[in-house]
């Protein structure tokens, strides 16, 4: 089936510094969605991003989107210590309403 | 303020039992979903239910069981067939409406299970 597969699986990085997250897919999609989960909770919807869209900011999020490339990448500008989680992307499949979500990446913000 | 709500947080099944996770949504979503996740992993769908009445199965379906009588509960049964039951469990939920209205999952804080 087809799943987000997120590169690194885990990223260490000092305050302030900017961390990027990557994701690719394998099928077409509708949408491309990236979640954050803090450990022991749920995960919280951070951004989505549309099959026709090719980049999106909110705050200090910016999510690019490559369909050529099946690709995604995320970034976090001006890391905060409450950034420390692991971050998840999620796709859809053309069709499809469920959502396939990656491994992860676990995020590590030292102070 | 609306939400999704699970329960209980922590739960604990000895070998052989039947145990029912619930989780409800005051959202008015039309969708909702049970995913599994392992320690370290990403989250699996067991089984998901887009109207009242009508569930599908997910990838990891067998050894468990829902139900969808009503548009705001969607309990997932874990069964004494599921052979390794250990791991935390999340609901979702999300409007149908594909298209700009449709702004992803809102999930709940999870039930952590463990077989004892």
């Known amino acids: 089936s087809q799943q987000g597969e997120e590169d690194p699986q885990a990223l260490s990085i000092q305050e302030g510094e900017n961390a990027t997250m990557n994701c690719s897919y394998k099928t077409s999609i509708n949408n491309l969605q990236w979640y954050r989960q803090n450990s022991g909770r749920g995960l919280v919807h951070l951004i989505l991003i549309r099959s026709n869209e090719r980049e999106k900011h909110s705050g200090r999020l910016r999510v690019t989107l490559d369909t050529s490339k099946k690709s995604s990448s995320l970034l976090i500008t001006a890391s905060r210590a409450a950034d420390t989680a692991s971050y998840f992307c999620a796709t859809d499949g053309k069709g499809a309403q469920k959502l396939v979500f990656g491994q992860g990446t676990r995020l590590t913000i030292n102070p | 303020d609306g939400g999704i709500t699970q329960s209980p947080k922590y739960l604990f099944r000895k070998e052989g039992q039947n145990v029912t996770l619930s989780c409800e949504q005051n959202l008015n979503h039309d969708a909702m979903y049970w995913y599994r996740q392992d320690p370290g992993q990403g989250l699996r769908l067991i089984y998901y239910?887009?109207?009242?009445?009508?569930?599908q199965k997910g990838d990891i379906a067998e050894g468990y069981s829902v139900s969808r009588e009503k548009k705001e509960s969607f309990p997932l049964t874990v069964t004494s067939a599921q052979k390794n039951p250990t791991a935390f469990y999340l609901c979702?939920?999300?409007?149908?409406?594909?298209?700009?209205?449709?702004?992803?999952?809102?999930f709940g804080s999870g039930t952590r299970l463990t077989v004892v």
């Open positions: 239910s887009q109207i009242v009445n009508d569930f």
């Open positions: 979702a939920s999300s409007t149908s409406e594909w298209g700009q209205r449709y702004y992803g999952y809102t």
